[in-house]
């Protein structure tokens, strides 16, 4: 079976990662880092796991290989316009927004399943989506999609068909996940707020004691 990694360099295509897939290999960065903490969740506080998150992805993407220094540094920029780190709240709405825009794609694609291939039917969806969008009819140009909507390049990853792969690799956490055990004022506004203390957890498993009490803020802030 390939490994995350393998299939990551399959869907960049033969000239490999170029710069205007920044968006889209973020799209799949934060998507995996979704899968690496997902079971640890409810184990975690609101808090906990928008710097769990945000942290996991940085680990992910330094795993990438190939990638130049500087294009390594723009992956998780919030916007192309600021050069911003993404930080943790941006980071856990994208999050919430990601499954939302994989399902309007799957729906898209599904009618175009028919004596097609996976890879045939996105195709046929990109050419839809240009049509749509610039009212031509003649061939796409190569990498459009990745201007136009950055989730593509995710669904062909992880999706077969209009289901989701089910001879994917199990996620392989490139660390163990993070967990702050107070949480910094600048949450909100930092890549990776620096805590006071922190531990880390493996397979979910973190002592009763650290989640035992949440403020009713803190409940509404998930």
């Known amino acids: 079976m390939l490994t995350w990694e393998a299939r990551l360099n399959a869907v960049f295509g033969a000239q490999g990662y170029e710069n205007c ?44 290989e190939g990638l130049l ?26 999050r919430k927004l990601l499954n ?14 028919p004596n097609r291939t996976h890879d045939q039917a996105i195709d046929a969806y990109i050419q839809v989506q240009f ?18 909507n950055n989730a593509i390049m995710c669904y062909r990853l992880y999706y077969r068909g ?18 702050a055990t107070e949480k910094p004022i600048t949450v909100l506004s930092t890549l990776l707020a620096p805590a006071t203390g922190s531990i880390h957890l493996v397979n979910g498993s973190i002592p009763n004691s650290m989640i035992a009490h949440r403020s009713l803020d803190e409940q509404g802030d998930g």
């Not at 998780?76 to 980071?91: D, F, H, I, V």
């Not at 969008?133 to 140009?141: K, W």
């Not at 209009?162 to 967990?179: M, S």
């Open 21 to 64: 897939m920044r968006r889209s290999l973020q799209t799949i960065i934060l998507y995996e880092a979704n899968r690496c903490i997902s079971g640890a969740l409810s184990s975690l506080r609101p808090f906990q796991r928008k710097l769990a998150y945000v942290d996991m992805a940085n680990a992910l993407l330094n795993s990438v």
């Open 100 to 113: 939302k825009e994989l399902e309007n794609i799957r729906a898209a694609v599904s009618p175009l399943l």
């Open 162 to 179: 209009d289901q989701l792969d089910t001879n994917f690799p199990a996620p392989r956490p490139p660390k163990e996940i993070y967990v």
């Open 131 to 148: 049509e749509t969008v610039t009212g031509n009819t003649g061939t796409v140009p190569s990498n459009w999609q990745h201007a136009h």
């Open 69 to 94: 220094s500087h294009q390594r540094a723009e992956v998780l920029w919030r916007t192309g316009t600021s050069k911003e780190p993404m930080n943790a709240e941006t980071a856990w709405k994208r």
